[in-house]
């Protein structure tokens, strides 16, 4: 392993949700190839690994799915209370064009079969085993220092004929991948004013929901130090 590569708590630390930062020039396929295998190591219930990859570089496929995607940030603002309206205004949220690369995560409630091994009770264990796959995308892709963003303004079922999904495959997750100039020291969210973060130690509770005994947050080094925002 290189010893230049970012430990889990940096990658940890440094990743965010990249929107205007894409240099424009895409990913390389050995790189490429390296975080969708991070991606395919993610834990996921009863070994059922119910996720896929879409790769999507077509430059008029990226284009479609940006005028869809601009089209539902016209409807999510407009439904919008005026301040809120004025706060999102000039948050971008998106960077399919730019990143020159889409990620398109689908999910497969069948793939493992009828009786998938500790999803019997908690039947959403799936999906969340395909987000986990994302999740590890993204730290492999934050250590390689590429830029991952997650679009999640569109119609499903227009994505999912976008890019031929079979009947029962739904999409969980665009991602806009690519390098990108520099990851932002601040999340979008928190620098134009949408939400901040709050500290873990309104998170923890002790013993139940509720219970104290967390009131003061442990030192962290500058390594260790996250933000909880995206």
């Known amino acids: 392993m290189s010893?230049?590569?970012?430990?889990?708590?940096?990658a940890i630390r440094l990743r965010r949700d990249v929107?205007?930062?894409f240099t424009g020039a895409p990913v390389d396929e050995a790189t490429l190839w390296r975080i969708l295998d991070a991606a395919h190591r993610a834990p996921s219930v009863?070994?059922?690994?119910?996720?896929?990859?879409?790769?999507?570089?077509?430059?008029?496929?990226?284009r479609r799915f940006a005028e869809h995607v601009a089209d539902k940030r016209v409807e999510f603002h407009d439904a919008l209370p005026p301040e809120r309206a004025a706060t999102f205004q000039p948050i971008k949220i998106e960077g399919i064009v730019e990143s020159g690369t889409g990620i398109v995560v689908s999910y497969d409630h069948d793939r493992g079969g009828p009786q998938v091994l500790g999803r019997a009770?908690?039947?959403?264990?799936?999906?969340?085993?395909?987000v986990l796959a994302i999740q590890n995308l993204w730290l492999a892709a934050t250590a390689e220092g590429i830029g991952v963003g997650w679009v999640s303004f569109y119609d499903p079922a227009f994505l999912a004929d976008l890019v031929g999904l079979p009947p029962g495959i739904r999409p969980v997750a665009w991602l806009c991948v690519g390098p990108v100039h520099e990851f932002q020291t601040v999340p979008d969210l928190e620098r134009f004013g949408w939400r901040t973060g709050r500290p873990l130690s309104e998170a923890v509770h002790r013993e139940t929901f509720g219970g104290t005994g967390f009131s003061d947050e442990p030192p962290m080094s500058a390594a260790t130090d996250a933000t909880t925002a995206p």
């Open 3 to 10: 010893e230049d590569r970012l430990s889990v708590y940096e």
């Open 19 to 21: 929107r205007a930062e």
């Open 46 to 62: 009863g070994n059922s690994q119910p996720w896929d990859f879409v790769v999507v570089r077509d430059p008029a496929t990226l």
């Open 121 to 130: 009770t908690v039947p959403e264990t799936g999906v969340y085993s395909a």
